[in-house]
């Protein structure tokens, strides 16, 4: 079981195979076939979701900068999880690592504009 995972090359992944039935019929290769069988299935049927690192930041604009802001980040698909409306507008994003460093130069090069970035933590995304 543990070399099928291996051979996807996955990482935190459980697989649990429970047995009914306590005999020896099956012997020790009849075992090793019927776990790595049903773990060939079950990795033939999952769902895959690939991580990747990155950061959760957060952009304070001006009012006149929310649209611009916003099609900026579907453009790039930056996932915004969430808005807070007060002097200035502050977005909470969270994006890959390149895709930051790709916002990061269009700050600098004024492609968007943006009063302040804070990077807040890095995380799996």
């Given at each position: 079981m543990l070399e099928l995972l291996r051979g996807k090359n996955l990482c935190q992944v459980l697989v649990v195979v429970t047995r009914y039935f306590g005999g020896i019929l099956l012997g020790t290769g009849g075992l090793v076939r019927a776990y790595a069988g049903v773990t060939k299935q079950a990795l033939e049927k999952a769902n895959y979701i690939e991580k990747r690192q990155?950061?959760?930041?957060?952009?304070?604009?001006?009012?006149?900068?929310?649209?611009?802001?916003?099609?900026?980040?579907?453009?790039?698909?930056?996932?915004?999880?969430?808005?807070?409306?007060?002097?200035?507008?502050?977005?909470?994003?969270?994006?890959?690592?390149?895709?930051?460093?790709?916002?990061?130069?269009?700050?600098?090069?004024?492609?968007i504009k943006v009063t302040k970035i804070d990077k807040i933590t890095e995380k799996y995304i």
């Open positions: 990155g950061k959760e930041v957060q952009i304070r604009l001006t009012y006149e900068e929310i649209e611009p802001f916003r099609y900026y980040c579907r453009k790039y698909q930056i996932h915004i999880i969430k808005e807070e409306y007060l002097e200035y507008v502050n977005f909470f994003i969270e994006l890959p690592n390149e895709t930051f460093q790709n916002l990061q130069n269009d700050i600098d090069q004024k492609n």
